[in-house]
């Protein structure tokens, strides 16, 4: 078997210097309904720090959600994948010792895989790059936690229909990575139309990726001005922020739909917003965390979560049948550029931590 190299948690990690680069065992634990990818490029998340800062993982736990590469091993109940295919991964990373994406060699779940027809470039020098097309390794390396989170929501939780095509949808935080994203799949997946907010630099930028009207979060009137281009008849919406005065204002910029199925990122319920006593019905689905997109009950941050049989078939049905019919139509936030090697996880971290970084994503490549 090859050896395998991983960025892990540290011993006593602090802030810049979260893991430290180890030896571990190549990933013989795969099942038959997994497959084993070599690893090319990685994305990194807030995530990531955040699962090492609140103890979620333990020292020498694999660290890293996101990466990019080729197709070593397939499980023999795994179907639609081959040695040699191009992929990019989400695995829930910095908690255990065989799940994260930092390594060289990786346990993939199909269900949070997916497959490029076209052959990637496999690396980028250090810099910024454009938001474009998915043509590189670590353009590919910085979906795929977004695009199974977008697709968990919007087919999974808020449960759209084929019958909703042309309603709307409002995404509170349309400039995050999941907003680039969501944007997207709301647009070309589901044939919505797309409300959404975000400061007045990115706007240009986000109707170029499909949404039909994007206001300034900043704005004082920002929730009338919604209600008046969406002929308050916003059918579902997503808080990407994710933040109490967020899930407000996603919830306030509703008030006069008939009918709202409404999401989150972070386990906000209803509770969590003040009621206007409209007479429209709103539904607040549970929220949206990634880590159940294998479908297995997870337990992260305090609580265990699960999907149902039903909501986690919608999710594959998306994923596999879908998706791969509109990949090559989406488009990767801007792109930086990190010096190769696992080292520079720590740096990606740091400045995510610290706000250093805002609509673009962070990777760097197998060094």
């Given at each position: 078997m090859p050896s395998n190299t991983a960025f892990v948690i540290a011993d006593s990690p602090v802030d810049g210097k979260w893991a430290t680069t180890a030896s571990i065992p190549?990933?013989?634990?795969?099942?038959?309904?997994?497959?084993?990818?070599?690893?090319?490029?990685?994305?990194?998340?807030?995530?990531?720090?955040?699962?090492?800062?609140t103890k979620q993982g333990s020292p020498g736990d694999t660290t890293g959600t996101d990466a990019a590469g080729i197709v070593e091993e397939v499980g023999k109940n795994v179907t639609g994948f081959k040695k040699g295919d191009v992929v990019s991964v989400f695995a829930h990373g910095n908690?255990?010792?065989?799940?994260?994406?930092?390594?060289?060699?990786?346990?993939?779940d199909p269900s949070t895989t997916i497959?490029?027809?076209?052959?990637?470039?496999?690396?980028?020098?250090?810099?910024?790059?454009?938001?474009?097309?998915?043509?590189?390794?670590?353009g590919a390396?910085?979906?795929?936690?977004?695009?199974?989170?977008?697709?968990?929501?919007?087919?999974?939780?808020?449960?759209?229909?084929?019958?909703?095509?042309?309603?709307?949808?409002?995404?509170?935080?349309?400039?995050?990575?999941?907003?680039?994203?969501?944007?997207?799949?709301?647009?070309?997946?589901f044939g919505l139309k797309v409300a959404t907010t975000a400061s007045k630099k990115h706007h240009d930028y986000l109707k170029s990726l499909g949404a039909d009207f994007v206001v300034d979060y900043n704005d004082s009137d920002a929730v009338e001005q919604i209600k008046k281009a969406t002929g308050s008849d916003i059918r579902y919406g997503l808080d990407t922020v994710s933040k109490p005065h967020t899930?407000?204002?996603?919830?306030?910029?509703?008030?006069?739909?008939?009918?709202?199925?409404?999401?989150?990122?972070?386990?906000?319920?209803?509770?969590?917003?003040?009621?206007?006593?409209?007479s429209g019905e709103v539904i607040v689905a549970p929220a949206t965390i990634a880590y159940v997109a294998n479908g297995d009950r997870v337990k992260v941050f305090g609580g265990e979560?699960?999907?149902?049989?039903?909501?986690?078939?919608?999710?594959?049905?998306?994923?596999?049948?879908?998706?791969?019919?509109?990949?090559?139509?989406?488009?990767h936030a801007k792109l930086k550029v990190l010096a190769p090697g696992f080292e520079s996880a720590n740096e990606a971290w740091s400045l995510l931590k610290h706000g250093k970084v805002?609509?673009?994503?962070?990777v760097f490549h197998k060094k």
């Open positions: 190549y990933p013989s634990t795969a099942t038959d309904d997994q497959l084993i990818v070599k690893t090319l490029a990685y994305a990194a998340n807030p995530t990531d720090w955040k699962h090492v800062d908690y255990n010792k065989t799940r994260g994406c930092f390594a060289h060699y990786i346990i993939a497959k490029y027809d076209i052959q990637l470039k496999e690396s980028l020098p250090v810099g910024e790059y454009r938001s474009g097309p998915i043509d590189s390794f670590a390396a910085s979906v795929t936690l977004g695009l199974s989170t977008t697709v968990l929501s919007f087919a999974s939780n808020l449960n759209i229909k084929d019958e909703d095509k042309g309603k709307y949808i409002l995404i509170w935080g349309g400039a995050t990575a999941t907003g680039i994203l969501a944007i997207q799949i709301a647009k070309k997946g899930w407000q204002s996603l919830y306030d910029a509703t008030a006069n739909s008939p009918k709202v199925t409404l999401d989150n990122l972070v386990l906000l319920s209803a509770d969590k917003y003040k009621a206007d006593g409209r979560f699960d999907i149902t049989p039903e909501a986690f078939d919608r999710y594959k049905k998306f994923w596999f049948e879908k998706l791969p019919t509109v990949i090559k139509d989406i488009s805002s609509g673009e994503k962070v």
